[in-house]
Structure formats: C-alpha cells, structure tokens
C-alpha cells in the first residue's frame, strides 16, 4: 500500500499514558482509519493531513485528539466512527442517561444549557469550557451524566447564575435512601404495605416531590412549605393528578365499562345486564378511577345505583353478591404502590326526594324510577350489615371500603328500625360505620363524604352536579401554631399574618386547578376522567372544591390566649373567630372567580407530626408550653388535628361534641367526629341513642372508632388494643385503630400518631 512506503522514514516517538515513548506506527493509523470507515481514495489525503500535524513527543491523547479533528472535519460521520472505536479506549467516558458509554463532549453542556435552561451561546460556551478545564484536571477516566450535569451546576452558582441552575438541575434520591426504603419502608401512609410495588412508588414519589418545589410552585410558595408554614399535600402528584371524586355509576350502567377511558388499551364492555357483572364493574370504576387520582375514591347512592339489578333475588343471593364487592375492594391489590383501593360508598336508608322520579338504569336501560327501588335499596344495605359484621375469613374486620350511611328524617322511623338497629351492631363489633347527619339544618339536597371527611353538598348549584361525578381537586393546610407563635399574643397581628397565608394557599390551589385543567384537556393524561357518555364529559372538574385545611386550632388557643378550645368560652370564641376568617376568605374567593372555595378539617396523618417537628425546631421556647408528646422523642410531637378538642381532654361527649359542633357548619368542605369506643360500652343500644342525639346537632359527619386486636396465632378477636391474646396467649398479636379517617393497623403508624394513640381518651357516653 503507497501510504505504508512512503512514511518508511517518518521518524516520530509518541509518547504513551504511561510514560514510556514508541515509534509512530504508520499501520496502526491506517488501520483505525479503515475500521472508521475512510474509504481508500481518501486515505492519502487524510493521513497527510494528520502527519503534518504530529510532532516528536505527542502524547497518545493528542494524536487521537488530531486524528478525531482531522476526520470530523473531512465527514462527520467518519469522525464520530473513529471516536467511538479508538477515541473512546483511553479519553474520559461518560454514562449517558440512556445508560450508554460515549467520550466527553462539552458540546453537549452548551447545548443542554441553550435547550434546558434558556442560555444563550456565549454563556452556555463559556460554562463549558470552565467544566471542561475543571474535569481535565481530575485526571479520571469515568464519569457519569448526572455527576458532569452536578459539576455544570457548580460553575453556573460560582458565576451567579442561579436561574440557570434552578432550571438545569437533576431530580433523584441518594443511594443511601433507596437502601433505606428497601429495608425499612416508610410510614407517611399507614394503609401502605412495605413490598416492592411501593418501593418503587416511594422512589417515584421523591423524584416527584422534587420536581414540583422545583418546577411547578414558586419558590416563595415551595419555601413556605418547607419551612412548615404551610403544608402541601400530595406533592409527589402535584403536576398529574387531582385528589378524589364520587362516582355515578348510571353512566356505566347505562353506557359501559371503559377502564382506560377510551377501549384502546383494554377490552370494553357492554353496560352490565346482571348483579354479578355490575358489582364488577362498581369494583372497577374504583380502581380505574384511582390510576389517575391521588386521593380517596367513593360510589355516592351506591345501594340505590345497583337496586334495580336485585329486583326478585333472594336476600342470601344478595348477601352474596355484597359479599363479592366487599371481597374485591379488599383484595384488589393494585392500587399505587401496591395496596388496596382507598374507597368508599355512600348509602341511603330511603330514596332521597332529589332521585325520586329520576329514571332508574339497568343493563342500558330504562327500568321505570328509583323511588320504585327503595326495598332493594334496603336489602343491599343490610346485606353488606351483615357480610361486614361477618369480618373475612380469619376473623379480622374489613378495612375497606369505609361505609358511610346517611341519616335523613325517617332514618329512626319503624321502617327502619331492623336496619338502624343491625348498622349499630356493627358500630358497637367493630367501629366500621361511619354517619352524615343530614337533619342539620346546613344540609341541602344530597350530601356525600370521604372516610378521610372530603365532603360536597347540594349547596353547589344543585344536588346531582353539585355531589356526583366530582370531588376535591386539592386542600392545602395552614400551620396554625406557628401563626399564634409569630403574633405574640397580639390578635390584629394574628389576624393579618393568616390572612398573607391564606394567600400563600390561594395562589398553590390557584397553580394546582391550572395545571390539572391542562393535563385534562391538553395533555390528556386523564383518560378516565375526561371519557364522554353522549355529549358530557364524566368527571365535573368545573364542580370540584379548592380547599384550605387548617391544623392545630387547639394550640393556637392556647399560645395565644392561654386556655384550649374545651376549657373556656372565651377560647371556643375566638377558635370559631379564626375558623369564620377561614370561611370568609374562602367566600369571597368563591363570588370573585366562581370556582368552589371550601374550608376542610385537615385529616393530617403526617402534617400534624411534621408542622410539630418543625415548630420545635425553630420555635422551641413557644412550642414547649403546648406542643403533644414526649419532648425527648422528637418523632412523638403532634398537633391536635383541625378544630377537634385534645384527644386527651378530660371532657364527656357531650362536651366534646358542643365544642366540635361549632365548627362543622364553617367546614363545608370536609369534617369529622371522632368519639373513641371502649368495649365498657360497645352496646348497640347505647350506640343508637347517641346517634340520636348527635342527628339533633350540628355533628355533620362522625364514627365510632372500636380498638381492636387480632391473635395471628389463634385468629382470636379481642376489643381494646392488646399486648397479648387472651385466648392462646401468644404476644404476636395484630392491633387495629383508625387512624384519621380509615381503620388500619397500628404498625403501619408514624410515630406521631402512634403517641397520639396512646393519648387517646375514650370519652363517656354520656350527652
């Protein structure tokens, strides 16, 4: 070949990465331009061109580096043939995202940060030229994408360019914190069993979280969050997913079932003509619905929905079915992260006036009107009485779905006494039921409720727009404490900085109903929402509640004033003072833009142990006098949930609900009570007369939360949380309480509300 004899006498050392020098050997370089893919018509040329470049002590490198130059120059392609074959052996390699090994190019930093980050060229050159001076000087033979990425960032904060960095950073979790999770888990959601769907989830979550106090919220709101002035729940879906909604089922009943939203990616079906298949797809539009939600899921009328599908079967064929509902909810382990369907159905103990007339749906079908329904309307009711009060097979009671009755004028009436009397029993076995007082005289129309307490009623434009095929899109939660803390005892100070927060919510919620309209409409990324029956779309997303939670009313009272909401009437006062502010600002909001502001009672199953912590730690002096749990266990501290009374006051029912009742009227989008059941008087009779009572008030929503313990020894019951079986004695025993708003066990808690459990006081059924 010309090209070998004509440098025989080319006489040039190279010298190696390790020091010791050898003859240019013009084969070797032909050979790599061959493999490159330099056709022999150019080889002359090419290797003329690189050889008036070399000089005596080139180091390996640089000839590579003019080889590389000389060929990217002559065709591009070539170029980049001899980079990945030879270039690559001994220059830096980086690992790409796309898990890929390519050498270092400072090209691609200039153009991560005009694309990314908005630079221009010039600065974008300039910050890569100062990674590249600074990597070389590393002498490494490897790095990875995110550790060049971290070092860019480094030079755009030491140049002061903070946006620039704010907008090319990396999101992700440390090593270290992965391992974690793997062996530990986490306890933020207790109905979260630790398994490798939800560790996954977590990981997601985080890189989640990041991107939303990054990009989706300002960093004025992202600030206040993380200092604990306000908490923003469901970070981790802030950019993708609205939080809850109850359901209709005539829609499916009437049109079918598309799980996907659009029968592209999973079969359709045709609407159910049989009770089996309709209790299937009730079950379906849960989970189907909670792919694309972060919250609760809830069957509004569900006992009316199904009743023309019981028409003439026996009451053990409906015992049955139920039995298969209850069973799927409990057992369809595929919601996020690998646990049930968080859920929940509404019923009815009569056909309310607002469905009376209305046509009743079967199998896509008219089938004459609900209120024809109300006997089969019954009979589903008692018969998931009955299947709940049965527990599984094992003899533990079913979490899930929480079971919510509405109490309307004849709920105590003879036609419903068996009935009333049964849904006690359950009360008083195991604390399931939970209730609605729809004789308070706040209530309109229809009103429906989460087990965690979201709740929507006929006052929004009218019973069936207002309460179905919606739900809450977002509450965000006020650090009440911390308030009182920075007023120092003076009100019109208190009043102005709940006001500048309330603000600090407004434009989050503002942010949040912004960016799920997008991912609704533009992105699509709803499917199941936004499917159309006829012309409507299903999911009211005009209807859904903005919503401001509050945490720790009780321990504002007591900074601020010295006394707790149960102690004095001056106290309870001003907590309903502060409350009605809430509403107020919610109001006007609502006549201002005319969407639907709501104030919720914050379930606060880690915000009230966060906002805490977080006192303690910037505010321990004030924090001392009032704060929950053991000071020498940080992980103990808590807050007193929303407006509830101190769950270890020393207070009767009666007292406690005289206090909590203010506060359900101003709470329109969300309330509980929580009155502890002890097994000294688990007594159905003694149940039902406090209900009684309660409807006559203005409780709007309550349960009666049963302790229990489970031997997974001998599957013994036991009321009362037990350190051991009374039967077998065996100390491996399971223990169940409600949390905030759903029953699950004790293990699965933080540790805040593991102390908050312990404080608990059952209070005496007396009213």
């Known amino acids: 070949m010309a090209t070998n004899t004509k440098y025989d006498n080319f006489k040039v050392s190279v010298v190696k990465r390790n020091g010791r020098g050898e003859k240019f050997n013009i084969t070797k370089l032909v050979k790599s331009l061959l493999n490159s893919g330099v056709d022999y018509e150019y080889l002359d040329p090419i290797v003329d061109q690189i050889s008036s470049k070399i000089y005596e002590g080139i180091s390996t490198d640089d000839l590579k580096d003019i080889v590389y130059e000389t060929l990217k120059e002559f065709d591009k392609k070539t170029g980049k043939n001899y980079a990945n074959n030879y270039r690559s052996e001994n220059c830096l390699k980086i690992r790409t995202s796309e898990k890929e090994f390519e050498p270092f190019n400072k090209e691609k930093i200039v153009h991560a940060l005009v694309q990314e980050a908005g630079a221009d060229e010039k600065t974008a050159n300039k910050i890569a030229d100062e990674v590249e001076k600074e990597i070389k ?97 469901d970070l981790e879906y802030s950019a993708i997913r609205p939080v809850c909604c109850q359901h209709d089922l005539r829609n499916f009943f009437m049109y079918g079932l598309k799980v996907d939203g659009t029968g592209r990616h999973t079969s359709v079906s045709k609407p159910a003509k049989h009770a089996e298949v309709a209790i299937q797809h009730a079950a ?40 298969m509902f209850i069973y799927e909810m409990n057992q369809m382990y595929v919601a996020r992260g690998g646990q049930t369907v968080f859920s929940s159905i509404n019923l009815e103990l009569e056909i309310p006036e607002y469905l009376k007339g209305k046509p009743a749906i079967k199998a896509g079908q008219v089938v004459g009107t609900y209120e024809e329904y109300e006997d089969e309307a019954k009979m589903i009711a008692e018969a998931l009485v009955d299947v709940l009060m049965e527990g599984d097979a094992i003899g533990k009671p079913f ?18 006494k068996d009935l009333i009397f049964k849904i006690h029993e359950l009360s008083a076995k195991w604390g399931l039921p939970y209730f609605i007082n729809m004789m308070a005289d706040y209530q309109e129309g229809n009103t429906n409720a989460m087990g965690c307490r979201t709740r929507l009623s006929g006052d929004w434009k009218n019973p069936e727009e207002g309460t179905l ?51 609704l409409h533009k992105d699509r990324v709803l499917p199941f929402l936004t499917q159309k029956f006829g012309e409507d779309q299903y999911y009211r997303f005009d209807n859904t509640t903005k919503t401001f939670g509050f945490v720790g009313l009780n321990e504002l009272l007591k900074y601020h004033l010295g006394e707790e909401l149960h102690a004095s009437k001056d106290a309870l006062e001003f907590g309903e003072k502060v409350i009605e502010f809430i509403r107020k600002y919610a109001d006007d909001l609502k006549k201002e833009t005319g969407l639907r502001w709501t104030v919720t009672q914050t379930p606060a199953e880690s915000t009230a142990g966060r906002f805490a912590r977080l006192d303690y730690k910037y505010y321990k002096e004030e924090t001392r006098s009032v704060i929950n749990g053991d000071l020498n266990d940080i992980g103990s501290l808590y807050y007193t949930n929303s407006s509830h009374v101190r769950v270890n006051a020393p207070v009767s029912l009666g007292d406690k609900i005289k206090v909590e009742e203010k506060f359900h009227p101003l709470c329109n989008g969300g309330h509980i009570g929580h009155f502890w059941n002890t097994e000294a008087y ?83 059924p007396r009213i």
């Open 284 to 323: 379906k539009v849960l989970s189907a619905a909670q792919c694309e939600m972060s919250g609760g899921q809830s069957i509004d009328e569900f006992n009316i929905w199904l009743a023309p599908y019981v028409k003439g079967l026996s009451y053990e064929r409906v015992i049955q079915l139920m039995q």
């Open 137 to 233: 000087k590393l002498g490494v033979k490897y790095l990875t994408a995110p550790m060049i990425r971290e070092v860019v960032n480094a030079k755009l904060i030491e140049f002061g360019l903070e946006e620039l960095r704010h907008k090319h950073t990396r999101l992700g979790i440390p090593v270290y914190d992965i391992f974690k999770l793997i062996k530990k888990g986490t306890r933020e959601n207790a109905n979260l069993m630790h398994n490798p769907e939800s560790i996954h989830k977590w990981v997601a979550d985080e890189t989640m979280k990041q991107f939303a106090l990054l990009e989706i919220f300002p960093r004025f709101i992202a600030d206040a969050h993380m200092r604990g002035d306000i908490h923003l729940h």
């Open 682 to 764: 688990a007594n159905p009779e003694v149940l039902m007369d406090i209900t009684k009572k309660i409807t006559k008030t203005n409780i709007g929503f309550w349960t009666y939360t049963k302790n229990l313990s489970i031997c997974e020894n001998c599957n013994m019951g036991m009321s009362g949380l037990r350190d051991k079986c009374i039967s077998c004695g065996s100390e491996n025993v399971e223990r169940f309480s409600r949390i905030t708003g759903y029953l699950q066990n004790v293990s699965n808690w933080n540790k805040a509300k593991q102390r908050e459990l312990v404080d608990r006081r059952s209070n005496i």
């Open 469 to 519: 095929r919606t739900g809450n899109m977002q509450w965000y939660t006020l650090n009440l404490p911390r308030i009182a803390y920075e007023a120092n005892g003076d009100d019109d100070k208190l009043f102005e900085i709940l006001g500048e927060k309330l603000d600090v919510i407004r434009q989050a919620l503002t942010i949040k109903h912004e960016i799920t309209l997008e991912r």
């Open 399 to 416: 979490l899930f779905p929480n079971v919510i009755f509405k109490l309307r004028d004849n709920a105590f009436k003879n036609e419903n």
